[in-house]
């Protein structure tokens, strides 16, 4: 078994072992079995190193310590000198500790002492910022570096772009040096276990739990997590931990194992019973209710978004959700034609008019507009009104008339085993439409829709391969509305067959 020196950690390597002490060791022992970095996981950290290069701006004059992490005794030469050249504002400056290596993102001179600066993409303060910050703090003083201040800067969520990013403006300093400090006095426990968990040959057991997923998925789960089936008590509906260790303590790893005594909130009985009997469960009263709010025309509504930490247009906040795509299905009288209407942005310019139009254009004075959970959708709108006042008064009467399909799945009118305890639209639409699935399609989910939309904002993508995109991303969309027009067809059978 080869692995670095077990008394050499980084600090991502000292937030990972304070997740887990297995993760620790699979990190270094057997890196092979971790699971590569998803597309959704690399925008993450693409967002971070653009925040991360605007930070910079923040504080003009900076140094920047330009050896990455393949090349660590050059970061630390690079800051060593820099240091003695009188730098006074360093970035991803390298100091090694006991060894412990650190980079900060920035470290400011004030007076004799330094204040550390580490910057995060986020929007507020996260607890699992303070180890983060307390171990950089740790090493610094320990290279001789007295810190003056730990502070976080993050993104200021009511900031609204106009014009070139501000980075005064765009940011928010928290001061976290009184924070930090409970994690600072514990750092050296920490790391004491940390080196003993490296200097064993044996990989340490640890039950897979809430720490698989908190504060940050792991990327051992792959292989934690194989000898659990796709579907078991782990997605039993909003159960926490102490419930499930409870059942894999009397050794239920499937939901129709579950003993009929064992204590289950009444969402969960009927995710059981459906996993045990194979059997739908519906509510005819539950789904009248919702259907008789339907009023005709109806038009069923779905957006694509894409959130960018860094605002692309003007009036943007930052993470603000920018709505990109837009499929409408409309359906004029009770089993009526529906006939289809779509609108997508021009990856090169602002796609928010143009949404604010088509919306306004072709969603008609009366009739519900069905969407698939509201908040999502009518948040939307209230942006779009907020930055169009021309179309402020149709787009809020829109908002006005939305009708939520996932109500009745929400609230358990209808429950199928083949929704395995979930009620979202991919989980619904194959168990209630069979053979209507996402599987085979080349955009099959949000997540891979908005990184289609970013690669063609950001020039990745171009020529065929761009048209290629754009003609996925409106099959994908043009699919969720055409499912909910399925969904509801499905709910408005079970209402009229059984009254
Ligand atoms: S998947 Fe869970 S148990 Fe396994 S290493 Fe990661 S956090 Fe630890």
Same mark, same amino acid.
């Given at each position: ?128 910022? #303070? ?113 499930? $260790?409870? #059942? ?33 469960? *519906? ?123 996932? *109500?009745?799945?929400?609230? $358990? ?31 099959? $989910? ?54």
């Amino acid at each position: 078994m080869t692995g670095p020196s077990p008394h050499r950690l980084s600090k991502s390597q000292y937030l990972r072992g304070l997740q887990c002490p297995k993760s620790l060791w699979l990190h270094n022992f057997r890196p092979d079995l971790r699971a590569p970095a998803s597309p959704g996981v690399q925008h993450v950290f693409d967002q971070g190193h653009k925040v991360g290069l605007l930070a910079h701006q923040r504080f003009p004059g900076g140094v920047l310590i330009e050896a990455d992490h393949n090349h660590i005794p050059d970061a630390l030469r690079q800051t060593a000198e820099a240091l003695e050249h009188g730098a006074e504002i360093l970035f991803e400056a390298a100091f090694m500790h006991d060894g412990v290596l650190v980079r900060p993102d920035v470290l400011v001179k004030e007076g004799p002492r330094w204040d550390l600066i580490e910057v995060k993409s986020s929007t507020e303060v996260k607890e699992v910022y #303070l180890p983060d910050i307390a171990i950089q703090r740790l090493v610094l003083e320990g290279a001789g570096l007295p810190v003056r201040r730990a502070s976080l800067l993050h993104v200021n969520n009511q900031y609204i772009r106009k014009g070139k990013i501000d980075p005064t403006k765009f940011f928010t300093l928290s001061d976290l040096t009184e924070e930090t400090m409970p994690y600072l006095r514990q750092a050296h426990a920490e790391l004491a276990a940390m080196r003993k968990v490296l200097a064993g040959p044996d990989m340490p057991t640890v039950e897979i739990g809430a720490q698989c997923t908190r504060p940050y998925d792991c990327d051992f789960m792959c292989f934690c997590w194989k000898h659990v089936p796709a579907y078991s008590v782990y997605d039993l509906k909003r159960a926490d931990f102490s419930v499930i $260790n409870a #059942l894999r303590a009397m050794g239920v790893m499937l939901l129709e194992d579950i003993p009929p005594d064992f204590k289950l909130t009444a969402t969960q009985e009927l995710q059981v019973q459906a996993a045990k009997t194979g059997k739908v469960h *519906i509510d005819v009263a539950g789904i009248k209710k919702c259907l008789d709010k339907l009023v005709y025309p109806l038009y069923f509504l779905d957006f694509e978004t894409v959130n960018l930490a860094v605002p692309p247009y003007d009036g943007m906040r930052p993470f603000q959700a920018l709505p990109f795509q837009a499929s409408l299905h409309v359906q004029e009288r009770p089993s009526g034609e529906v006939r289809h209407l779509e609108y997508l942005g021009d990856p090169k310019s602002d796609p928010r008019l143009g949404m604010a139009e088509f919306l306004t254009r072709n969603i008609g004075p009366q009739g519900s507009v069905v969407v698939y959970n509201a908040s999502f959708e009518g948040g939307r709108l209230c942006e779009l009104a907020e930055a169009f006042p021309v179309q402020a008064k149709a787009l809020h009467a829109i908002k006005g008339r939305l009708w939520d399909l996932i *109500i009745p799945f929400r609230s $358990n009118y209808f429950v199928h085993p083949a929704m395995r305890g979930s009620a979202s639209m991919k989980a619904v639409l194959p168990a209630l439409v069979p053979g209507m699935t996402y599987e085979n399609l080349d955009i099959a $989910n949000g997540e891979m829709a908005f990184l289609a939309y970013e690669a063609l904002m950001d020039g990745q993508v171009t020529g065929d391969e761009a048209l290629k995109t754009m003609a996925a991303l409106r099959v994908y969309c043009g699919q969720d509305t055409l499912g909910m027009v399925k969904i509801l067809r499905v709910l408005l059978g079970q209402s009229t067959q059984r009254e």
